[in-house]
């Protein structure tokens, strides 16, 4: 783990700590499902948000959140979905000659610190709707393939496809198939019946990884590949020759999730504690 990742994950876990240590209010419990889509950017794909949003795949999850007081809650989610790109939707002229793309699926759990900008009580008229922003760190894996031309699809990372694991370039190791990621993002979530709240949001994950869509380096000697890797390290019609820019690695990739959550209150606080104020 890098220094930057784990300076995060300790300051992260301080104010995790300093949240629920400073909790003056009975605390309440969430718990929820989430159905949208993720969206993708990374070297394979897009510079054309209209592409990167009709090619969006599908997303659920599960969520537990405990309430801290009226502003802040933790909330803990496992999410599974899929990832796709695809070069061939790009207007830019070295994308659409490489002609790669890449489906993932993708499992992620999280660790998220939401923040309500008004104070929210499900089943009080005047503050059960609110904006919110979140943040966090969450745990991910994913397993890049890409389609053959038999019209199979082949995970990728044990091809080698960027020369990792040979002799020819010993300083590239084998990707791992997980990694750490920092979520951000934005929401609103109001009140609908009783204990049920809807919550929309769309967020971010900044990775430390350039790996999720395969690419990052540059073209390795075919030589070094029998015939699965060599079709689908370099799917153009161009013979691109050794140590040829194949991505960008001083971008690492980034996804995002947007859509619905449905939750229900376990124990509302305008019911639970009727002593309660509301301090904006």
């Given at each position: 783990m890098n220094n930057n990742k784990k300076c995060y994950l300790y300051i992260y876990s301080l104010l995790i700590m300093l949240f629920v240590s400073n909790s003056m209010?009975?605390?309440?419990?969430?718990?929820?499902v989430f159905?949208?889509?993720?969206i993708f950017h990374g070297d394979i794909g897009y510079d054309n948000a209209e592409y990167a949003v009709l090619n969006t795949q599908p997303v659920a999850g599960i969520q537990f959140k405990r309430n801290l007081n009226h502003h802040f809650s933790i909330n803990l989610s496992v999410y599974k979905g899929n990832l796709y790109a695809d070069d061939s939707y790009s207007s830019d002229i070295f994308s659409l000659e490489r002609n790669l793309h890449f489906k993932s699926k993708i499992t992620e759990l999280g660790l998220i610190t939401e923040f309500n900008f008004r104070p929210y009580l499900s089943r009080d008229s005047e503050y059960?709707?609110?904006p919110f922003i979140f943040s966090g760190i969450t745990k991910f894996f994913f397993n890049p393939q890409a389609q053959h031309s038999d019209g199979n699809w082949?995970?990728?990372r044990p091809l080698g496809t960027e020369g990792q694991g040979s002799d020819e370039e010993p300083s590239r190791a084998l990707y791992e198939l997980d990694g750490i990621s920092i979520p951000f993002g934005i929401g609103y979530k109001f009140n609908i019946y009783e204990f049920i709240t809807l919550n929309f949001n769309i967020g971010w994950r900044i990775t430390f990884t350039d790996y999720i869509d395969d690419v990052s380096k540059t073209y390795v000697n075919e030589s070094n590949f029998n015939q699965l890797a060599n079709e689908l390290a370099n799917q153009s019609e161009t013979e691109f020759p050794h140590g040829f820019q194949r991505?960008?690695?001083?971008?690492?990739?980034k996804?995002?999730?947007?859509g619905l959550s449905i939750i229900y209150s376990i124990k509302d606080p305008a019911k639970g504690c009727s002593n309660m104020t509301v301090n904006e």
């Open positions: 209010i009975s605390q309440t419990y969430e718990a929820g159905v949208g889509g993720s059960n709707h609110t082949y995970s990728l991505g960008n690695p001083y971008n690492n990739d996804y995002g999730f947007f």
